[in-house]
């Protein structure tokens, strides 16, 4: 058997590798086609495109993966049903869930490179796929949260801003109120804040700052202040695709500040630390999927098999960009929305695989 489960093995990582090659170029021609006037309108240096289009393929490869991985296994096993090679195989013997061994240890292959994808090469291809876009590509769109911000700095102090200018470094409607054991010692307000950038300071426009004391309260009310606060003005803000460029150990450590920040962003960041684990074990299920569903000689060919397994894997994609939604703009929580598609279609699989053995 171990030529089979070699045979297999290499039909299921090479089809695999074939299947990247073949889709990467296409979405980097269209990619490309769809934006090359703003590259040509900003006069985007040719560096700067290349690397881009680097990060741009690994950012595809990652946001893809399950996707390529079900109809490169679909592809071949189909071929190898077509053939009746699967049919030998099953009738020398084999059980069919000895037949599927050589599938699990292609899968654990794939699953091992998706983690080193997620962990360490997608967060900094990320980076520069995003910070490109922003640069030149959306220039007109701004890359933060940047209305009705309300954040917990620190334990003692939380800022509210009605807006900010992450370009200008400008924020509307200014307010900071300091706490010591849940009461409130300070409130600073101002019209305007603006982070100076080469003192490292901040110019408050029409600054007051109210000490509330045990009878009377001392006002200070000056019509510009420079002052320093405990906060960096990327902490205030931090970009919508933060989450995205962090590794998983930094990655923890940032949602933990933003939960502590009061961030309304958590949500979508906690998306993201729960996907780089969540993705491996859907290589599974979808392998498994795609060989019960595959390994069936059908009378319409490769055909009907590549239609049945792209509608699944569509109904996978549409399930997960679902939830994921529902998890960024309300109380659903993350963990749920990433590991529901998964649980569902582990259910279909482990159907789809009992039926395929009888």
């Known amino acids: 058997m171990k030529i089979l489960d070699w045979y297999i093995i290499k039909r299921y990582l090479f089809t695999f590798l074939m299947m990247l090659l073949l889709f990467i170029p296409i979405g980097i021609t269209v990619h490309l086609a769809e934006k090359i006037g703003k590259i040509l309108e900003n006069e985007v240096p040719f560096v700067e495109v290349m690397i881009y289009f680097l990060d741009f393929t690994i950012y595809f490869a990652h946001l893809l993966f399950p996707l390529f991985l079900f109809l490169s296994v679909i592809w071949f096993t189909s071929k190898l049903a077509n053939n009746t090679e699967v049919i030998a195989f099953l009738s020398s013997g084999v059980s069919f869930t000895r037949f599927l061994r050589p ?10 490179l998706a983690i080193v994808l997620g962990l360490f090469l997608a967060p900094k291809a990320s980076e520069g796929f995003n910070n490109f876009s922003y640069k030149y590509l959306k220039k007109h769109k701004s890359a933060v949260d940047n209305i009705n911000v309300f954040r917990q700095i620190n334990d003692n102090e939380i800022i509210y801003v009605s807006s900010f200018d ?7 409607n200014f307010t900071l109120e300091h706490f010591e054991d849940n009461k409130l010692l300070y409130k600073i307000s101002a019209d305007k804040i603006k982070y100076i950038e080469k003192d490292t ?13 045990e009878t009377n309260d ?13 906060f960096h003005v990327d902490d205030l803000i931090p970009v919508i695709y933060a989450a995205e460029t ?16 009061g961030s309304s962003n958590v949500g979508r960041f906690q998306l993201v630390l729960y996907r780089k684990w969540s993705l491996p074990v859907s ?5 498994i999927i795609a060989v019960a569903v595959s390994s ?17 894997a569509m ?3 549409f399930f997960d960009k679902i939830f994921g939604v529902m998890a960024e703009q309300s109380d659903f929580p993350p963990l749920i929305a990433v590991w529901f598609p998964n649980i569902i279609f582990g259910f279909l699989a482990a159907y789809l695989l009992y039926k395929a053995k009888r």
Do not use: H, Q
Not at 166 to 172: F, L, P, V, Y
């Open 166 to 172: 992450g370009k200008n470094n400008e924020g509307r």
């Open 296 to 312: 069936i000689k059908r009378r319409g060919g490769m055909g009907v098999n590549l239609a049945v397994g792209i509608c699944i």
């Open 246 to 261: 962090k590794m998983y150990g930094d990655l923890k450590r940032f949602i933990a500040k933003e939960e502590a920040r």
């Open 103 to 112: 599938y699990i240890i292609g899968a654990s292959v794939v699953a091992v």
């Open 218 to 230: 001392v006002i200070e009310k000056v019509k510009k202040k420079d002052t320093l606060f405990s």
């Open 283 to 287: 290589v599974f299920i979808l392998t």
């Open 315 to 317: 109904v996978f994609v």
């Open 201 to 213: 300071t901040y110019e408050l426009t029409n600054y007051l700052k109210r000490d509330i004391g």
